[in-house]
């Protein structure tokens, strides 16, 4: 069976807020869905989508793909915050490609990590029964949000368009400013270790869905015996 990686995802102190605020951001939340699931359809295995409350949840054909959902959420839903909790492995999907309808060890441990995120108030954790990923993983994350947190509104605007652009350049151009001024204003927000953080993450994520390949591919041929 194909592992599939599943994303938990939760609204930070939303049940704090006023009712008719909450009710203003699970509108905005519903719009930036919409928009996540059409622009990435060809990664999903099954589409993002409000399961209760403020909590939500979509299924990832491939890991390698994580980061780039948390970062596009990320900018879709800004200032709002949101944690999110990753499972990873074997679903059961009966007949239907809506996450409310399927079932699996995937779905539990997506769960049981958007809980371990609430209760240590981490933005992502990890659960994919793999510990020493997950240690690496989770760790990774923490750095990378421990840095996220100091940022100015500024920060971030230039860190999405330097991911999106590309170049110092670009982002300068798009701004009305000096290439000198988003070099500064990105390394001083230390966003450029942002990005090699998330590098490696991609790297870490590629080759563990190309382990589970070759590991699923073994049993194939095991079984064929």
Same mark, same amino acid.
């Given at each position: ?17 006023? !009712?008719? #605020? $909450?009710?203003?951001?699970? @509108? ?8 996540? +699931?059409? *622009? ?31 970062? !596009?959420? #990320? $900018?879709?839903?800004?200032? @709002? ?8 492995? +074997?679903? *059961? ?133």
């Amino acid at each position: 069976m194909q592992p599939y990686t599943v994303i938990n995802g939760d609204i930070k102190s939303s049940r704090k807020m006023p !009712k008719m #605020e $909450r009710y203003e951001w699970q @509108l905005f939340m519903k719009s930036a869905i919409v928009q996540l +699931n059409e *622009q990435y359809q060809a990664l999903i295995e099954a589409p993002f989508m409000i399961t209760k409350g403020d909590e939500f949840q979509g299924v990832l054909k491939k890991m390698c793909d994580v980061n780039k959902i948390i970062c !596009k959420f #990320e $900018r879709l839903i800004y200032p @709002l915050q949101v944690r999110f909790g990753v499972g990873y492995g +074997n679903i *059961q999907k009966m007949g239907s490609k809506i996450p409310i309808e399927m079932d699996g060890p995937a779905f539990h441990r997506a769960g049981e990590a958007l809980s371990i995120a609430k209760q240590k108030k981490r933005v992502v954790w990890f659960n994919t029964a793999a510990v020493n990923f997950d240690v690496t993983v989770n760790t990774i994350y923490q750095l990378i949000f421990a840095i996220k947190s100091r940022w100015s509104k500024t920060s971030y605007n230039r860190y999405w368009k330097y991911k999106e652009f590309g170049t110092y350049d670009r982002v300068a151009q798009a701004e009305g400013v000096t290439p000198q001024a988003v070099w500064d204003s990105l390394h001083n927000a230390r966003a450029m270790d942002v990005i090699e953080a998330e590098k490696v993450l991609e790297e870490i994520f590629k080759k563990r869905d190309i382990d589970m390949i070759l590991a699923s591919n073994a049993d194939i041929v095991d079984s064929s015996f």
